[in-house]
């Protein structure tokens, strides 16, 4: 019989060249890969040349990665009600669509974004993704992230799910442990990660599951503040994570890490080293 083959991964850099991601990746036995496709300081946007793009899917065909996967920059806000912020955020999801298209990337992974405590922010990014509908490559989705809660910030389950109801297969959704735990999930608690797996179901169904972001939190469950800790020293736990890893209708997704590292200097081997540990923990 065939061993499952899970896909656990990091985001990872590309200064130098996606090659050098490459390389990175390998170093840390990732078989999936997230990255920026711009810089995520600044909206100088780009998007990947076909050679490159050619290059470096010639260079994965022959590593071990299996998968890459775009996260949009945090300067994105499609929610936003400032006008320049939109139109750019816009642009920018424009460029990282044609990197999709050139890269193979099925998966392009968004926060839904801030109405500064204006309203209007779930109307504003529906109106967004429909318009960016026939620009995402066939085979590519856009996953929208499940968040902490923070004030303004959207994000919740019930309401990007109602989003990838509205708009159809095209709008997906990413799941992320930490953010999971401060919106009010004590995922390491048996009532609590039924109530999450009965929410999946209830607003969006696991096939609109295209990611899972797996991360533990600095901040407690409930808190509604987003800040990443490395794997099993937070407050989501080695019993959340784990309870999140081995979740049948999630194990075939890619997991990725996006923790501060031991040396903060982001993801790193021994995080990598944890997440292994409990997708192979029995049970
Ligand atoms: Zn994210």
Not at 102 to 130: C, F, I, Y
Request: charged share 25%; net charge positive; aromatic share 6%.
């Amino acid at each position: 019989m065939m061993r499952d083959i899970r896909l656990l991964g990091a985001h990872l850099s590309t200064a130098g060249g996606l090659l050098k991601t490459l390389e990175r990746a390998e170093e840390l036995r990732c078989n999936c890969v997230q990255i920026f496709a711009s810089n995520p300081r600044g909206w100088k946007g780009r998007s990947f040349s076909e050679a490159q793009a050619t290059e470096y899917r010639d260079a994965m065909s022959q590593s071990q990665v299996r998968e890459l996967i775009i996260h949009a920059i945090y300067l994105v806000n499609l929610a936003s009600p400032k006008l320049e912020v939109y139109e750019k955020s816009l642009v920018s999801l424009r460029n990282d669509l044609v990197s999709a298209g050139r890269l193979g990337v099925k998966n392009l992974v968004l926060h839904p974004g801030s109405d500064l405590g204006q309203g209007g922010g779930v109307e504003r990014l529906v109106q967004a993704l429909r318009e960016l509908l026939p620009d995402i490559p066939s085979g590519c989705r856009i996953l929208l992230e499940g968040m902490a809660g923070t004030a303004n910030s959207l994000g919740d389950l019930e309401t990007i799910g109602r989003i990838g109801n509205i708009l159809g297969p095209k709008i997906g959704v990413c799941l992320d442990s930490a953010h999971l735990c401060a919106s009010g999930y004590n995922l390491g608690n048996a009532r609590d990660f039924k109530r999450f797996d009965q929410d999946v179901k209830k607003y969006m169904g696991y096939a609109r599951v295209g990611c899972v972001h797996l991360n533990d939190s600095k901040k407690p469950c409930g808190s509604h503040r987003d800040h990443h800790e490395n794997l099993g020293k937070g407050f989501v736990g080695r019993q959340g994570l784990i309870n999140l890893v081995k979740h049948k209708p999630l194990r075939h997704l890619p997991y990725i890490i996006e923790t501060p590292g031991f040396d903060e200097k982001g993801p790193d081997a021994r995080n990598m080293r944890e997440l292994k540990k409990y997708a192979g923990a029995g049970g």
